[in-house]
């Protein structure tokens, strides 16, 4: 997984709750991308960052904010989760253009 | 924007024979072009990647063809595998850019 991890893998939580996912490489890579997957869609970008505080939205972005204050370290947080955000969350890195995927995070909102 | 769509959800092969997997795009001005492999449970994993610049890519098995005029790739492969059951995802991007559009992708199913 080119040097990519993600925490939690799996996680079930409720309605309204904040849920925060982490994404960590260990390549040093300039650009870093949060997308989900979900049935029937491709993925689809969430928010990306292509420096350290530096980020911008993607296609589906709403409910979602990111951070990142190391270059290694890239943050996805559900402010208040809805069932609509059940979902698969990939992160990915990217020197250029080839992008590397992590293992994913399975979200489950009840 | 950019909308990206695969032919077929499915396909199933006969063990041996070549796969060809299709993919359209919609926006003329991308130039950059990748297909992904994702076995269950796991990210997806990069294929091959063409640029505009090309019409034709090979790798080991694998073949990618671009058709700019009709906006249509396809990704050949030869002698398919049980190993190879898979989805596949094209993706499609400005090569100066930073966002990827992803299909939907296509459920590789290879028969013994």
């Known amino acids: 997984d080119a040097g990519i991890t993600q925490s939690p893998r799996h996680k079930v939580t409720e309605t309204g709750t904040p849920v925060t996912l982490r994404c960590h490489q260990t390549?040093?890579?300039?650009?870093m991308y949060w997308y989900r997957q979900d049935p029937g869609h491709g993925l689809r970008l969430i928010h990306y960052s292509y420096g350290v505080k530096d980020t911008d939205k993607g296609e589906v972005s709403d409910g979602y904010s990111v951070s990142r204050s190391k270059t290694e370290d890239f943050l996805l947080t559900l402010e208040s989760a809805t069932s609509s955000q059940t979902s698969v969350y990939f992160c990915?890195?990217?020197?250029?253009?080839?992008?590397?995927f992590g293992p994913g995070t399975r979200l489950t909102v009840l | 924007g950019e909308s990206v769509g695969l032919h077929l959800p499915t396909l199933s092969v006969q063990e041996g024979d070549n796969s060809i997997i299709n993919c359209a795009y919609s926006n003329s001005a991308s130039d950059y072009f990748i297909w992904y492999k994702q076995e269950s449970g796991k990210g997806p994993q990069f294929i091959i990647d063409i640029r505009s610049n090309m019409d034709k890519r090979q790798g080991q098995r694998v073949t990618v063809l671009l058709n700019k005029t009709v906006k249509h790739l396809s990704l050949q492969i030869a002698a398919t595998q049980p190993g190879d059951s898979a989805v596949y995802f094209c993706a499609v991007a400005r090569w100066t850019g930073n966002q990827f559009y992803f299909g939907t992708g296509t459920s590789l199913t290879v028969i013994p």
């Open positions: 990915a890195i990217s020197s250029g253009n080839e992008q590397f």
């Open positions: 390549e040093n890579h300039r650009y």
